[in-house]
């Protein structure tokens, strides 16, 4: 009983998604919105996007508990899950969130966001960004629609492999060492990604992170994208 009274009192976190005008008939009922669980551990001086790749956060069974007991908070939203966790039991998964009706899945947090040489730490031990992938695959097998999140270009084209709906641009932590990276730098990444896709026959939506001040302002939006992932907000 205790476990239940607990999992109803998780704190989730909200990342607004806003589609280009000309771009939000193309895929059909794409979410407007992802949630993921959001930081423990909460400073003024540290990022929700860097704060939630803490070790103190809870695993992916967490948020997957709080769909299945409230879905309707989940409604028309990606869930954002740490796909890298060993511990998630993928067949058990996927039957409880397609039972709470939940149809799209994103690997956020993702490893991607950690340091280059972080990351490859990771992989080395298997917990990188290919078991993120392996799991993904697993999803789409099942039924589920996929976004990817990515950092660079060649996870890019990685990604593109899976046929996701979605690939979503995430700075790494070390992007955000002097504030939010600038939208000349979000611009030249997403320009870079966007040319790494080119011949790979992917046909799904570019995101990218945006500030709030930018989400209604779609000629701000680097001219690669589709549409823009706003910078993630508590819910209360």
């Known amino acids: 009983m205790f476990e239940h009274a607990e999992l109803t ?22 979410p407007d919105s992802i949630i993921t669980i959001s930081p423990r551990f909460q400073h003024d001086n540290m990022p929700h996007e860097v704060s939630l790749l803490l070790p103190t956060n809870n695993g ?15 409604a028309d939203a990606m869930l954002g899950l740490f796909l890298a966790d060993p511990f998630l039991n993928m067949a058990i998964e996927c039957e409880r969130l397609a039972q709470a009706n939940i149809s799209w899945i994103v690997n956020l947090p993702s490893v991607e966001q950690q340091d280059v040489d972080f990351e490859q730490q990771l992989a080395d031990v298997g917990l990188g960004f290919h078991r993120e992938h392996n799991n993904l695959e697993i ?9 990817t999140v990515v950092a660079d270009a060649s996870s890019a084209k990685a990604s593109a492999l899976l046929h996701p709906d979605a690939i979503i641009i995430l700075p790494r932590i070390t992007d955000f060492a002097a504030g939010f990276p600038s939208l000349r730098q ?30 209604d302002h779609e000629r701000q939006w680097p001219e690669a994208l589709d549409g823009v992932i706003c910078r993630p907000q508590i819910l209360s």
């Open 9 to 30: 009192l998780i704190e989730k976190m909200l990342w607004r998604i806003k589609l280009r005008s000309d771009r939000t008939n193309v895929i059909s009922a794409f």
């Open 139 to 147: 999803f789409k097998a099942a039924g589920f629609r996929i976004a």
């Open 186 to 215: 979000r611009r030249s990444t997403a320009q870079e990604i966007s040319l790494s896709l080119d011949g790979t026959g992917w046909k799904g939506m570019l995101l990218g992170l945006g500030e709030l001040s930018e989400m």
């Open 60 to 74: 992916a069974r967490h948020l997957i508990d709080a769909a299945v007991k409230t879905p309707k908070e989940f």
